[in-house]
């Protein structure tokens, strides 16, 4: 599959009463040519880069400023998926 078809393609989001997790729900909605553009600067597919920088970047995301590849904006669903990962404490 390719990048650009990649980025639309995620875990589903889990059940309210379960939270979300890094490794089943955020790290899959990075493609590969996402986590190329952005390694000089941050390691998307690490857990521990990421969440120390979480605001940031749903920050980026949600303003449409990141991802930055021809895949396009986040669909809402993703980036508010993004939003309650980090307001549930953002685990591994």
Request: net charge negative.
């Amino acid at each position: 599959m390719d990048d650009l078809h990649e980025s639309r393609v995620s875990a589903p989001a889990p059940p309210a009463n379960r939270p979300a997790s890094f490794a089943l729900h955020i790290a899959v909605m990075f493609t590969d040519e996402q986590r190329r553009c952005m390694s000089p600067y941050l390691d998307l597919g690490s857990y521990d880069e990421v969440k120390a920088n979480a605001e940031a970047v749903f920050d980026r995301v949600n303003d449409h400023s990141m991802p930055a590849d021809e895949s396009g904006p986040w669909p809402n669903e993703w980036i508010a998926l993004f939003r309650r990962w980090v307001d549930e404490g953002c685990r591994p």
